[in-house]
């Protein structure tokens, strides 16, 4: 069993980007994050996201509406970052408080700064296979990690289970893609899907992104698979300073000594999702800004 380490990929990848930005002439890319309320996970993102930010040198621009902001006032906001030619990329923080509707202000976002790639235009564009787009970073950081990884999707059968907006269904989308780097079988499952187990033990490549505490066992996987753990989970932990530990989807104690390489949590996933946020703040500049 090899594990695949997402925080050092992702620092070769921050270090990539920290070359290209200081080769920039005039001002650095410009990210405009807002975040709507206190939720202490997002609270966490954003200011991961903002450090990473520095050390690359993007600006960062972190917005905080007041809590009860109402979505004429959100759509208002993003108007604003929409028509300000000083940023480059906005990143609208998930969740949002209700009765905001997520999906409408995703897509209130200008496609050519939507560097979250949760927009109807560049979600359209992974279908299509058009590069001129921005891929959802999660995603992204998945294909960027296999690749450097040495794991070639050609030919493969990958099983994706969970069916999100933010990582299934995109992720499926970027596998099944005519490039040398994808051209994968791909089987989509989700909660409702019959059979799941026996669908899962026929991945050569497994990504776990159900959202649900330690749901991947043993039994669910072949012996040799790749398996990706997306999941991020609080479980209570009294012996812990915090009273939660961060574990997977992925039984990782059972499922580790069958895969052929397996993603930590933390440290694996997670940190690529980050870096390739940047990657796409690079990209958005250069497109608003061609040389």
Known sequence: MELIDGNKIAADIVAELRGAVAALPGRKPCLALVRVGEDPASVSYVKKKEKTA??????????????????????????????????DGILVQSPLPEPIDELAVFRHIAPAKDVDGLGTM?????????????????????????????VR???KHVVVIGRSLL????FALLAMQKKPEANATVTVCHSRTAGLAALARQADVLIAAIGRPEFVTADM???????????VNRVPDPARKTGYRLVGDVHFASVAPRAGKITPVPGGVGPMTVA??????????RQQHPA
């Open 167 to 170: 990582v299934g269904k995109p």
């Open 276 to 285: 390739l946020l940047m990657q796409n703040t690079l990209k958005a500049y």
């Open 221 to 231: 996987v072949q012996p040799g698979a790749i398996v990706i753990d997306v999941g």
């Open 153 to 155: 999707l050609a030919g």
């Open 54 to 87: 520095a050390e690359i040198g993007i600006e960062s621009r972190v917005i905080l509406p007041p809590p009860a902001i109402t979505q004429p006032e959100l759509f208002a906001l993003i108007d604003r970052l929409n028509a300000d030619p000083a940023v």
């Open 122 to 150: 560049n979600l359209g564009k992974i279908a299509q296979d058009d590069d001129s787009g921005f891929v959802c970073c999660t995603p992204a950081g998945i294909m960027e990690l296999l690749a450097r990884s040495g």
